[in-house]
């Protein structure tokens, strides 16, 4: 086998067999592929596409090029749950102990944030002692003992998306479908859980602008999930504005445990009731995701879920007296307002420059290496569909380096557009894959 006949067979149309999709994994993984040739690969698929068989093919031999993490030893249906990335999204830090509370067992691993979207170990991190390295050992007790354990993907786990991606990153083949479901999927995959559950985020903040991209992408990695024997329901949700009133990873935490506490906002409480029910169903332990839906409410009403949060917070080594006293969080020693110039209503809230702005005033990184400023991050006290009054606060800027924040809210300012007329509501969960 070789790399030119596998290039030129692409390039012409032509599908992959699975030896010669096995042989590219296995290849530039270990290094005997160089990366000219991998990216003149990327970039025919780029171009061509992939069929559903090659899709499943390229996921399943990335999932092998790592550990396949082993969950047998915890006793129930295992339910994990991705979100394709956006601007404030904390849901995982709710729906975790909420469907924990519930009796689904969850062994999750996540991301840290790059880019303009945030990850949950980072906003982990933002809670004092909090730890998001444990062996598989504690990973699997922990959750045998209290039901929950969140922590950072091991670079064991897919090494050959790790690589790709990187190279994808740099030569202009990210957004093709079957390049992201072989991505996500294939790491996903190796997690080791029974059922999963995608929210694919569509608009401004996202990596799929339109609903109908979104979809397609739903579409596929359910398909593709399945065929490898697992449960899948893809929810397709908005990402035109930042889920919630918080960005950025210590103001984050602080509405998630609001959220659990029936304080949050609707927008973030509507999406974690809906994910939250999914999750239950997938599980067994509701009839639909209704009833699921119920139960979550129920956790959420009789404390069960902010409890489960706490256990969850000191089992990882955090202190859990920050779900009653957020002071315990380090805080920003400057913040700024932004400030209406008009009146009129919000019509929109463009997800992404907020998304870059709390990058900038310190909440994200711009490489892999750099140190992040867990205070930093915006408030949002206005959001679309809300009228507003010239002179008006509409959002707060937070974080340690006051130069930074100036230049953050030059980005934020830009995000919102005032208009006379108000805009119609768009749904929070525009459709669902699966059920
Ligand atoms: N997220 C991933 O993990 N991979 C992609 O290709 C896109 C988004």
Redesign the pocket.
């Known amino acids: 086998m070789n790399m030119i006949e596998m290039i030129a067979k692409k390039r012409d149309g032509l599908a992959l067999s699975g030896e010669e999709i096995r042989f590219f994994i296995e290849g530039y993984t270990d290094g005997k592929i160089p990366d000219y040739q991998a990216a003149a690969l990327l970039m025919a698929i780029y171009l061509r596409g992939l069929t559903e068989e090659e899709i499943f093919l390229l996921t399943k031999s990335m999932m092998l090029s790592g550990d396949v993490i082993d969950l047998s030893q915890i006793r129930g249906i295992k339910v994990d749950k991705h979100s ?2 956006g601007v404030g999204d904390k849901t995982t830090l709710i729906i975790a102990p909420i469907a924990a509370a519930c009796g689904i067992p969850i062994a999750k691993m996540s ?1 840290r944030g790059l880019g303009f979207t945030g990850g949950t170990v980072d906003k982990m991190e933002s809670v004092p002692g909090m730890q998001t390295s444990l062996s598989a050992e504690q990973f699997v007790k922990q959750v045998n003992e209290i039901g929950l354990s969140v922590i950072g993907q091991t670079a064991h786990v897919a090494p050959a ?1 790790k690589k790709l ?1 990187a190279l ?1 990153d740099v030569t202009a083949t ?1 957004g093709n479908l079957g ?6 999927m294939s ?1 996903k995959l190796a997690s080791g859980s029974d059922a999963i559950l995608l929210d694919v985020k569509c608009g401004s903040g996202a ?1 799929m602008e339109t609903e109908a991209e979104a979809a397609d992408l739903g579409e596929m990695m359910v398909k593709i999930g399945r065929k490898a024997g697992k449960k899948m329901v893809a929810v397709i949700s908005d990402m035109n504005q930042p889920l919630g009133r918080m960005v950025g990873n210590s103001l984050e935490i602080q509405e998630a445990i609001e959220t659990l506490k029936g304080n949050g906002p609707e927008d973030l409480t509507e999406l974690s009731m809906i994910l939250a029910g999914i999750m239950i169903y997938l599980g067994e332990k509701a009839e639909s995701p209704e009833d699921g839906r119920r139960m979550a409410e129920l956790a959420i009403k009789d404390g069960g879920a902010l409890i489960k949060f706490g256990e969850f917070i000191a089992a990882q080594g955090g202190n859990a007296e920050v779900i009653k006293d957020f002071r315990i969080f380090p805080k920003a020693k400057h913040c700024i307002e932004i400030v209406c110039r008009k009146n009129g209503y919000i019509t929109a809230l463009y997800a992404q420059k907020i998304g870059l702005a709390s990058q900038c005033a310190g909440a994200g990184r711009l490489t892999k290496e750099d140190t992040i400023d867990l205070t930093a991050g915006i408030e949002l006290l206005k959001k679309r569909g809300d009228f507003v009054q010239k002179g008006e606060t509409v959002a707060v800027i937070y974080g340690n380096n006051r130069k930074k924040l100036e230049e953050a809210a030059a980005i934020a300012e830009k995000a919102y557009t005032v208009s006379r007329q108000k805009t119609e509501e768009i749904p929070i969960v525009r459709k669902m894959i699966g059920l």
């Open positions: 394709t990335g991301g998306d991606y994808r990210v390049l992201i479901t072989s991505s996500i790491k990596f």
